[in-house]
């Protein structure tokens, strides 16, 4: 049972415009989300991350949306920029319990065209 | 420096034998774990450990075995290899369970 999905696996879009990369998750003891970006050869680095508390979080280029009601969590590139090429993964964590941790996704390969 | 170390990075071996990664993090944090990357580039979890005991322990056959020395190493000993196990091992840690984690490189383990 794949508690959190990425139901796109690439996206390809053109340097300079929105990338928006989807996730839904169905556990509603997920309360903490994050997306980590991984390029070839090396491990996944955090991204961004937000809150249940929260329905968006912003760092610079990145936004995080969040749909509680709709379990369902988007990331927005803008600008997009060809270093951004890479694989995103979605992750989810209930930090209440303990001993959480987090559950991700299978990554989305995100392609940005010069 | 290097926050979360693995070695070795790669790792190629005959069917039968008995291997072990390690982990090293120097974040000071208290929760470290283990994931395997298969080949549909899915990331799972494997196991979690904080302040050296496991708290995680996902269905994962027990020829895998992990060991926490302290705090700052977990290490992975793969007992019988098998050809499934063949994959990329990603060791990572968190200053608590659940919260942000820092990956390491990544072992690629081929087995033969």
């Known amino acids: 049972d794949q508690q959190v999905k990425q139901n796109s696996p690439s996206l390809s879009v053109q340097e300079g415009r929105i990338s928006i990369l989807n996730c839904d998750y169905t556990?509603?003891?997920?309360?903490?989300f994050l997306w980590y970006k991984k390029y070839p050869a090396e491990g996944p680095t955090f991204l961004i991350s937000?809150?249940?508390?929260?329905d968006k979080n912003e760092d610079g280029r990145f936004t995080v949306f969040l749909n509680k009601s709709a379990k369902h969590l988007s990331l927005h590139i803008v600008p997009s920029q060809p270093g951004d090429s890479a694989v995103y993964f979605c992750?989810?964590?209930?930090?209440?319990?303990?001993?959480?941790?987090?559950?991700f996704g299978d990554g989305t390969t995100l392609t940005v065209k010069p | 420096d290097t926050a979360v170390s693995q070695t070795p990075k790669y790792l190629v071996t005959q069917m039968g034998n008995d291997k072990s990664i390690k982990c090293e993090q120097n974040?000071?944090?208290?929760?470290m774990y283990w994931y395997k990357q298969d080949s549909k580039k899915f990331l799972k979890i494997m196991f979690s450990?904080?302040?050296?005991?496991?708290?995680i322990n996902e269905t994962v056959p027990n020829r895998f075995s992990p060991k926490s020395p302290d705090k700052a190493h977990l290490n992975l000993h793969i007992n019988s290899l098998e050809l499934g196990d063949s994959a990329v091992y990603f060791c990572?840690?968190?200053?608590?369970?659940?919260?942000?984690?820092?990956f390491g490189p990544g072992t690629r383990l081929l087995v033969l």
């Open positions: 990572a840690s968190s200053l608590k369970g659940g919260e942000t984690q820092y």
């Open positions: 556990n509603s003891m997920f309360d903490y």
């Open positions: 937000i809150s249940s508390i929260k």
């Open positions: 992750a989810a964590s209930a930090t209440r319990v303990h001993a959480g941790k987090s559950t």
């Open positions: 974040l000071g944090h208290d929760t």
């Open positions: 450990y904080n302040n050296k005991e496991l708290i």
